[in-house]
């Protein structure tokens, strides 16, 4: 199992972003795909949850109506665009596969700042 999450970066306060996560070795559209987030010296927190279909979709309290997650099961791939970032969205962001014991990625970091 395999999960590569790219799309992070430097992004100036109100600006987006769109974190990808392609996922490979498990049959990807069958199960349901979360993203988290590690601040610094913050424990990780759940961002975002997408049911294998797509059609539920739950987000934490501090990204709702900001961010949206969606998948393209096609393409393996799950997605969580970011609005109106805040210097408080950044951390490191973890895609994370409701597969056998459960998969991470590598991470992705992502900074909001002027």
């Known amino acids: 199992v395999q999960l590569v999450e790219s799309g992070g970066g430097l992004v100036q306060p109100g600006g987006s972003l769109r974190l990808s996560c392609t996922a490979s070795?498990?049959?990807?559209?069958?199960?349901?795909m979360n993203w988290y987030r590690q601040a610094p010296g913050k424990e990780r927190e759940l961002v975002a949850h997408?049911?294998?279909?797509?059609?539920?979709?739950n987000y934490a309290d501090s990204v709702k109506g900001r961010f949206t997650i969606s998948r393209d099961n096609a393409k393996n791939t799950v997605y969580l665009q970011m609005n109106s970032l805040k210097p408080e969205d950044t951390a490191v962001y973890y895609c994370?596969?409701?597969?056998?014991?459960?998969?991470w990625g590598q991470g992705t970091q992502v900074t909001v700042s002027s």
């Open positions: 997408i049911t294998a279909a797509g059609g539920g979709l």
């Open positions: 070795g498990f049959p990807f559209s069958y199960y349901g």
């Open positions: 994370n596969a409701l597969y056998g014991v459960g998969y």
